[in-house]
């Protein structure tokens, strides 16, 4: 009885934590909005959107979608040494968790595409969660070798390059701890021997996993599929202020911008990365000349132009699950506090 009054209470204390997490975040968000937009003169939007190069838009909207295809590839790259994963399950999840992020705080999709590819296929979550762990030190890396050539061109702002040094210590440390995983696995899983905790023992089975990743030359092939990938994201912005009034960048601003927009989307936000995505656009705008009204008002359209075919594709692609958003939040946090499909064990070939 008292046990189970502990943990309603640690229960509880969890969910008031995250609630205030929550309402500090998009506290946050929405003052990054209000500084964004403060001098904006939206009303002159409309016309401006009238005389946009629609062409120029459609472009934007299409490699936005065919960067989450690549994507999709780079992730069934990754997963062939353990299972041929087919490629349009892979798009299919990612989608999901596209949409996740797009209406959910704290980039949860990432947890959720994880934990589809897992249902979906024979792989356990341990192996879906180690491969997206991957994937994000590929992407950190590549960031940061993006970065020190932007700042070889443009000055950025003091506060953004220091930021950047910092995820570069963060993705560096990581890499260096999956690197020891990989390729030193028996040392490694000596550390977490006799363990009884529960979080240890769910490392101990990711070890496992990242060193038959590791030991397989597709991940040296998703590494630098992960380049092409991060270049894409670009062209969106690029196409759109072609076809925007007002203004034009050239590729490599267009590329220094979209670093920037990267370097952003690192920092816990508000769903849809709303608020923060247009104070850096506006900032990477007007580092360019870019007037600070046209610059605010821009940031808008091109978080609209990113953010609404991926809520379509992703609706899409979450109906044809025949599950609701809610309940597979609700599944995939649940089975990683009830560690299952995390430790089921797997003989891999």
């Known amino acids: 009885m008292g046990s189970t009054s502990v943990d309603n209470g640690d229960e509880k204390k969890k969910k008031r934590t995250q609630l205030i997490l929550l309402l500090a975040t998009n506290l946050v ?22 005389r946009m190069g629609w062409w120029w838009v459609g472009l934007a909207v ?23 994963v087919p490629f349009w399950t892979c798009v299919r999840a990612i989608y999901v968790g596209l949409f ?13 595409r994880c ?15 180690s491969s997206a762990l991957i994937e994000r030190i590929f992407d950190g890396l590549w960031l940061i070798v993006c970065l020190i050539i932007t700042i070889q061109f443009v000055h950025l702002p003091k506060y953004l390059v220091d930021g950047a040094w910092v995820l570069a210590t963060v993705v560096g440390l990581c890499g260096v701890l999956l690197a020891i995983a990989m390729f030193y696995k028996q040392q490694t899983k000596e550390v977490f021997a006799n363990t009884k905790n529960p979080i240890l023992k769910t490392l101990n089975i990711l070890i496992e996993d990242l060193h038959i990743i590791g030991h397989s030359r597709f991940l040296y092939f998703a590494a630098f599929a992960s380049i092409p990938y991060l270049l894409m994201q670009a062209v969106p912005i690029w196409a759109l202020a072609k076809g925007y009034p007002g203004f034009d960048l050239t590729i490599a601003q267009s590329f220094a911008l979209m670093v920037i927009l990267r370097l952003g989307s690192v920092v816990p936000q508000a769903p849809g990365n709303l608020g923060l995505f247009q104070s850096l656009t506006r900032v990477g705008l007007v580092l360019f000349g870019v007037p600070h009204g046209i610059a605010s008002r821009f940031s808008l359209v091109v978080w609209g132009v990113i953010t609404l075919p991926l809520l379509i594709v992703g609706f899409i692609a979450l109906a044809v699950t025949g599950l609701k958003m809610g309940d597979l939040h609700r599944e995939a946090h649940g089975c990683i506090q009830n560690n299952e499909s995390i430790v089921r064990s797997r003989k891999l070939e």
């Open 29 to 50: 968000s929405l003052a990054f909005l209000y500084w964004a937009l403060r001098d904006s003169n939206l009303s002159q939007t409309g016309a401006e959107l009238k």
């Open 62 to 84: 299409v490699t936005d979608i065919l960067v989450y295809f690549w994507h999709g590839w780079r992730w069934s790259l990754l997963l062939s040494p353990l299972e041929c």
């Open 100 to 112: 996740a992020n797009e209406v959910l705080p704290f980039r949860t999709g990432e947890l959720i």
């Open 115 to 129: 934990f589809l590819l897992a249902r979906w296929t024979t792989l356990p979550l341990s192996v879906t969660l």
